[in-house]
């Protein structure tokens, strides 16, 4: 809304308390208030599930789609839940689109943020986009984004699939070789007991690193 009325805002954060259903939502894009209960806190003016001007917001966000709207809060009434398709389409997008025309691979959070940043982008002063992650932790999302088909593969396998474009920014050298070792180690199956637990741990940290 500051935006929309021409004040220079930099930028909003949400804090919450233990009632975090907006901080999920922003986090995840899905707005789920199923199995949810709410927790009455000290501050009884946050304690919400359901958020009268997030409708406002998302009215907003997506170029005042009223359909759109319409559809998510029906759903939220029938079925306590709704997802952001559209923005989720939007990440990757944004993530294709730089690759393609640039060669860099965002992560799924960057990407977000990129989106977002082209839309509120008025040409009148530069935008920074911070960069908050790697996207080799993000491979399958990645992977869905420029449209490669092998996305069953095991972790490693798409990194290495992933280096081999050779973008920007390069995948780590240790992640990769870590990754390859870490699908190749044993799995043991111990005793609840501290000290069992306790003594397998001392043994993978001594064969791994000493």
């Not at 069992?196 to 940290?205: G, R």
Request: net charge positive; glycine share 4%; aromatic share 6%.
């Amino acid at each position: 809304m500051g935006s929309g009325m021409g004040i220079p805002i930099r930028k909003f954060i949400c804090a919450s308390n233990q009632n975090h259903v907006l901080t999920d939502f922003i986090k995840t894009g899905h707005y789920d208030l199923r199995e949810r209960k709410l927790t009455r806190t000290f501050s009884p003016a946050i304690d919400i599930l359901k958020a009268s001007n997030l409708e406002r917001h998302l009215h907003l966000m997506a170029d005042k789609d009223g359909e759109l709207m319409t559809k998510l809060y029906s759903q939220l009434e029938e079925q306590r839940h709704f997802q952001i398709e559209k923005m989720l389409g939007e990440c990757l997008a944004a993530i294709r689109s730089t690759y393609n025309t640039s060669g860099y691979i965002l992560d799924p959070h960057t990407a977000v943020a990129k989106a977002v940043a082209d839309r509120m982008q008025d040409k009148t002063c530069p935008v920074i986009v911070s960069s908050t992650a790697h996207y080799s932790k993000f491979a399958p999302a990645v992977m869905q984004a420029l449209k490669i088909k092998e996305i069953n593969h095991t972790s490693s396998s798409q990194l290495y699939l992933l280096s081999s474009y050779n973008a920007l920014p390069p995948p780590h050298e240790a992640l990769l070789e870590r990754t390859k070792r870490q699908e190749k180690m044993e799995y043991h199956v111990c005793a609840a007991d501290v000290n069992v637990l306790k003594s397998h741990v001392e043994k993978l940290i001594q064969n791994q690193f000493i």
